[in-house]
């Protein structure tokens, strides 16, 4: 009888595809923060819904391995649902929410919390890897710059927000150098994230699947975010700290609560915030005997 | 200084078995202005590109005076230094301002992009020295952080030009750097472009199909045709006493008012 692992090869792409991408991953782990193209495949789901993240993840992929998918830092929106469930279906390999315990994560616009270790892989997803790109259009000319080490138009960007807004207003998606030379997107993270890149004792791996092209930063690499002399780089603040765990060192998403302005601020991470409230912590909207109360919610 | 900041030595460029420009010869010392002109086609925009690396020539030379004061040939060397050049020592300003600024950045990163390029990491000093090429091109400084857009033709090009002097170029190529403008705008802006060269004792090849441009800005002249120069000499020699017959029927063509 045919079963569903017959139907699919491990983990979905063929063998020649992985060796193809293994190859594709090595370079980049060689030349930190180098774009190499590669022979990006047709994924079921369209792009734009992490086709590179999910190729990258494909192909590196063991049996042994366990398996965390995020989306903004949540585990259990549509986009790390589905791709979680399609690793389930196609690896049989198993899945799990909790940071520590993943030795892969692929990821959507976060870093977990948590800190990451040296046995684990963080694969981002990324829309536009080329960081010049909206700055200058043509492929032939960013390569050159690359080349030619020429980033001052990524300052230009930089310069435009500090006219226009008073500060550096990039908050998200925040050039980065990787280790002294190539300028790098570190896909759309919020600059919250940013330095947790650096010196990162976890592998660093982050494919685009429409534009195809993959990138590494390897483990404990110099990640540089850049600024001005007399606008130094700096990450996001919030007034208030989490509502439901009371975290205030984490980043925080805003969540409005009814049509009259109501608005309560709660972790992105949403394991490391259901850990916390687990440990006993409790923030302003979650009395401390109701500590633990979204889990049962999602149980039920 | 005697010595020639740029020596150019048989210089031909070919489009397959068509000639774009062909034996063209001339040293350019330091603040001398040299003008080319001629009709529509007769390959002048190809000399100049060749001249600033853009076109490989079939063959020929252009060597060039660095700061360290030799002579190098720009086609041989290499591309980071080639580019390198066009962003500090060289300076390109093109007809259309649109082809030479970033239309989608305000006029003051228009100005800062080449020191930025060139290490500068402070945005007050970036700012200053942007406001301080405003004033010197004759623009209003309230308009730094206004998009180019917003700017008139003859802002826009007098912006072009403060965006390309602002690392103290040596040597600037200008590709017909009025064409468009009005007369009046076109007067002001000649004015302009004669005050830097002086002040700043910029070397010039400047490329124009219009007389009177030629006469106003330019100390020696090259009159091309058919892609080859067929009198060259000073300016006014040339303009008052045409000797090749081309010359001539260029000159008399001149409308009178």
Known sequence: ?300 | MDEPIMAVEGLTVKYGSHIGCKEVCFDLYPGEVLGIVGESGSGKTTLLNALHGRLEPSHGTVKYRTRMGGMDDIHAMGEPQRRLLMRTDWAYVHQNPRDGLRMAVSAGANIGERLMGVGWRHYGRIRDNAVGWLEDVEIDTERVDDSPATFSGGMQQRLQIARNLVTNPRLVFMDEPTGGLDVSVQARLLDLIRTLVAEKGLSVVIVTHDLAVARLLSHRLMVMKSGEVVEQGLTDQILDDPQHPYSQLLVSSILQI
């Open chain 1, 1 to 300: 009888m045919t079963t569903e692992n017959d139907i699919y090869n491990f983990a979905y792409l063929d063998e020649q595809t992985k060796k193809m991408i293994r190859r594709a991953i090595f370079k980049a782990i060689a030349i930190p923060g180098y774009q190499v193209p590669f022979a990006s495949r047709e994924m079921p789901m369209p792009y734009g819904w992490g086709t590179g993240g999910i190729q990258v993840t494909a192909t590196i992929l063991c049996p042994s391995d366990r398996l965390k998918v995020i989306d903004q830092g949540s585990d259990d929106t549509t986009n790390a649902v589905s791709i979680r469930r399609f690793f389930a279906k196609t690896a049989n390999v198993e899945t799990t929410t909790k940071t520590e315990q993943a030795t892969i994560i692929q990821t959507r616009h976060r870093i977990p919390e948590t800190a990451l270790r040296e046995d684990q892989t963080l694969v981002y997803q990324v829309p536009i890897p080329e960081p010049l790109r909206f700055l200058e259009p043509r492929e032939v000319e960013t390569r050159k710059m690359h080349a030619l080490e020429e980033y001052g138009l990524m300052h230009v960007k930089l310069y435009e927000d500090i006219s226009r807004h008073g500060a550096i207003a990039t908050t998200y998606a925040y050039p980065t150098q990787v280790n002294g030379r190539y300028m790098t997107d570190p896909s759309p993270i919020p600059k919250f994230d940013n330095p947790k890149m650096d010196q990162m004792p976890a592998l660093q791996l982050f494919g685009a699947g429409r534009e195809k092209r993959i990138y590494a930063i390897p483990p404990y690499t110099d990640v540089r975010s850049l600024d001005f002399e007399d606008h130094p780089f700096e990450v996001q603040q919030w007034e208030s700290a989490c509502a439901l765990c009371g975290d205030d060192q984490s980043f925080l998403d805003e969540v409005i609560l009814d049509d009259r302005g109501e608005r309560m601020f709660v972790c992105s991470d949403s394991h490391h915030c259901q850990t916390r409230q687990e440990q006993g912590f409790h923030g302003s909207q979650m009395p401390e005997n109701h500590a633990g109360g979204l889990q049962e919610k999602h149980d039920g």
